[in-house]
């Protein structure tokens, strides 16, 4: 591991020959630069400086050991701390390792080689971790960006050159596309790929937020802002500050509050219902809808400032049944994805059951693929997907259009549920966690009659 500066260890020791012996012992290493303290208030005027260990003497005269680790934990709980006590007392020791510390040294001829040996491993250790972190950003850099959005057909491929475009800066981009395309898929592609992302990615369907609530969903509110509000609550903009904040389903909100919205965005700054207080935020904002934006501006539902404040770089995701090849593909990944999931054997696609889906037209677009092939890997032998297995129970035709009914959504839910209730025993959390829904979907199908037990 390279590093540009020295690694810094801060000793607390309120015993100055004993301090300088630890001092002296640890800086034979030449990486090593060694601030000794003899009081904790010294030590924690210069935390500041972010040393890469700390060593505390677990009895100073002026704030015990166990504080020091909470104040050390509440400023940065990555930096580790070894704590070097005379008491031998094992209950101290496993309650300071239980509340944090890194390592627990007694005092005795042995101490000095005890703490070279635990710093040393705690400076391995930091280096795995920064090896592990700096692997994971160049992975996600090269690879995770057409490894999450699955396709070569030329409509997805100029998907990707548009999006190539929106994470080499921080435009406002707005996606549209019909239900289940995978607008928030691309939302999260864009922000892992660009320079926010180790900051928070946070994403709020508009649409599922009932109407009174949204303000203070959207920037917060203070203790007693109106009924119920008992607490201090952080709004969705101040929770991706620095990050990314992505609204899905913009189209559905009032003007009223799409005025907020626009003043947040030009201001950069929000104000907590029932507070007076502006509170400065940076997001990167992505937009998402199923409605032509244009037209509802046209409508006098959707205001034209906000309209132009958030179009920024507008992605349109292509329907599926206009990315013909890609479905095949698709299919394939998602087959691999249940078998693995499930660790089941990997099925394969019957010539027959390729054609049925290259035939359909599917209205639900990507999402409803997905749900068509996992219910076919239920259905199937295990080897091989017929195109029997393969149901779509999902459409009400109308002039050419198609859309997902209610009703067949919850019968893919219901046969999936009753497969791996059969699977696991009926062990409803288990299965909840397999599928990741709530058990108390699970709860209320089985009460409901939709599924049973087996």
């Not at 949204?214 to 109106?226: D, I, M, P, R, T």
């Not at 059951?353 to 359909?360: R, S, V």
Request: charged share 30%.
């Amino acid at each position: 591991m390279t590093k540009d500066k020295a690694f810094l260890i801060f000793i607390v020791e309120d015993d100055p020959w004993y301090g300088q012996l630890l001092k002296y012992h640890l800086s034979m290493n030449p990486d090593y630069e060694v601030q000794l303290f003899t009081t904790g208030k010294d030590f924690l005027q210069q935390l500041h400086r972010q040393p890469d260990v700390v060593c505390v003497d677990y009895g100073l005269p002026d704030v015990q050991g166990d504080k020091l680790l909470k104040e050390v934990q509440q400023f940065n709980n990555q930096i580790p701390v070894v704590v070097i006590s005379g008491q031998e007392e094992i209950s101290v020791a496993v309650n300071l390792l239980k509340a944090g510390a890194r390592d627990y040294i007694i005092k005795d001829p042995h101490t000095k080689d005890m703490l070279w040996r635990s710093i040393m491993n705690i400076r391995e250790n930091s280096g795995l971790k920064q090896q592990v972190e700096e692997l994971r950003e160049e992975l996600e850099k090269k690879y995770d960006f057409e490894k999450s959005i699955i396709g070569t057909s030329e409509s997805i491929r100029g998907t990707f050159r548009l999006l190539e475009k929106a994470i080499s800066s921080n435009i406002n981009v707005s996606i549209t596309g019909e239900t289940g395309t995978g607008k928030e898929l691309v939302a999260k592609a864009i922000h892992y790929n660009s320079d926010r992302k180790k900051k928070p990615f946070v994403a709020v369907n508009m649409a599922a937020i009932p109407r009174e609530l949204v303000e203070s969903e959207l920037f917060g509110h203070e203790k007693g802002a109106f009924t119920g509000a008992i607490t201090q609550k952080t709004g969705k903009f101040e929770e991706a500050n620095g990050g990314t904040l992505f609204l899905d389903e913009i189209g559905e909100l009032d003007l009223n509050i799409q005025s907020k919205i626009l003043r947040a965005i030009q201001e950069r700054e929000v104000t907590r219902v029932g507070g007076n207080q502006g509170i400065k935020v940076d997001i990167r904002l992505i937009t998402a809808t199923h409605k032509n934006l244009a037209e509802e501006v046209k409508k006098g539902n959707f205001r034209e400032d906000l309209y132009f404040r958030i179009i920024g770089l507008p992605v349109e995701l292509p329907p599926l049944r206009y990315r013909d090849k890609d479905i095949l593909i698709l299919a394939k990944h998602f087959i691999d994805l249940f078998a693995k999931d499930n660790k089941l054997k990997t099925p394969g696609l019957s010539n027959e059951a390729k054609n049925k889906l290259m035939k359909y037209n599917f209205p639900g677009n990507v999402r409803e693929l997905k749900a068509v092939i996992d219910l076919a890997c239920v259905m199937c032998d295990g080897k091989e997907i017929q195109a029997d297995d393969i149901t779509f129970h999902s459409l009400k035709a109308g002039d050419g259009d198609f859309t997902l009914t209610e009703k067949s959504l919850r019968e893919y839910t219901a046969d999936i549920i009753t497969f791996f209730l059969k699977k696991y025993n009926n062990d409803v959390l288990e299965v909840a966690r397999k599928l990741d829904i709530g058990k108390s979907t699970i709860y209320n199908m089985l009460k409901s009659g939709e599924i049973k037990s087996t």
